[in-house]
């Protein structure tokens, strides 16, 4: 049970949830965007989340869509992750998130709940950050589109009044070879200890982390040591891990030891399934 009230509002377009918005901020409220709904719910149960007015955003046309455009796949926020695996549009977003949690809670989690949540893991983001995705922002100035990485440190950065209505990748990573892998501790639909998304563009591999340290990432120097060709498989996995942008978790989930340990283990599955070849 959510111990507090809070009005409900559920605008049928981008300008109707703005003004709301902006309305509710000049009356004093203190006000959220709600998409699925998951993490509200979970967060407010134990008092770690409040709100005076929640703006649901899957009453707008723009979040729900799911299909090509031209050269680009385009992908609502409000979008379940159930969904956006069935459709089979972006094959490696599609595995990646049929590893989050269980089927019936995929069925309420979008992706845009996912790649903004308070959760570190946010495994969603890794497929668009290795497919340069750009997201297009509602704000009160207009829509905008960027690349996903100018609003991303460490986490998304959205401003004030400003919510995610999409996501845009390029056709052409869709036919891409992919790989993804999560591994857990305990059951498969557990936190994970190490998640990576991978794909090959160029005859070099791009790889993205979750749950290896405090923030999902893709890194420049990690997929230089992979793709270094004068190293042996063992060598450019211990080179990549010794460049991870940050300190590796150590947590209930699991040790830092047993992280790397699994980390590396994990790497070398990813290399194989690609057929990265030894030099």
């Not at 159930?82 to 949690?101: D, M």
């Not at 794909?199 to 790889?207: A, E, G, S, Y």
């Amino acid at each position: 049970m959510i111990p507090f009230d809070f009005e409900y509002y559920k605008p049928e377009t981008i300008p109707e949830a703005i003004q709301t918005y902006q309305e509710l901020r000049n009356q004093g409220k203190k006000v959220i965007y709600y998409s699925g709904g998951t993490e509200f719910i979970t967060f407010s149960r134990i008092n770690q989340m409040a709100a005076d007015a929640i703006i649901d955003i899957k009453g707008i046309r723009e979040c729900h869509v799911l299909e090509q455009q031209g050269d680009q796949f385009v992908i609502g926020s409000a979008v379940s992750l159930n969904k956006i695996t069935e459709s089979s549009i972006f094959p490696l977003l599609g595995q990646t998130v049929k590893q989050i949690a269980d089927h019936t809670s995929r069925n309420k989690i979008t992706i845009g709940g996912n790649i903004n949540s308070r959760l570190i893991y946010r495994e969603g983001i890794l497929p668009l950050l290795l497919s340069d995705a750009k997201v297009k922002l509602a704000r009160s100035e207009g829509e905008l589109v960027l690349p996903l990485t100018n609003i991303l440190d460490k986490e998304l950065k959205i401003g004030s009044g400003e919510f995610l209505v999409q996501i845009l990748v390029k056709k052409s990573y869709g036919s891409l070879p992919f790989a993804s892998l999560k591994k857990t501790k305990i059951t498969k639909v557990s936190y994970p200890v190490v998640s990576i998304a991978a794909l090959v563009k160029d005859q070099r591999i791009r790889t993205a982390f979750s749950g290896v340290c405090e923030y999902p990432f893709r890194s420049d120097q990690v997929e230089a040591a992979l793709n270094e060709t004068s190293l042996s498989m063992a060598e450019k996995i211990n080179k990549a891990v010794s460049l991870l942008p940050a300190q590796i978790i150590d947590d209930i989930q699991a040790s830092r030891e047993y992280r790397t340990f699994v980390l590396k283990n994990a790497l070398h599955e990813i290399m194989d399934s690609l057929e990265v070849a030894p030099a």
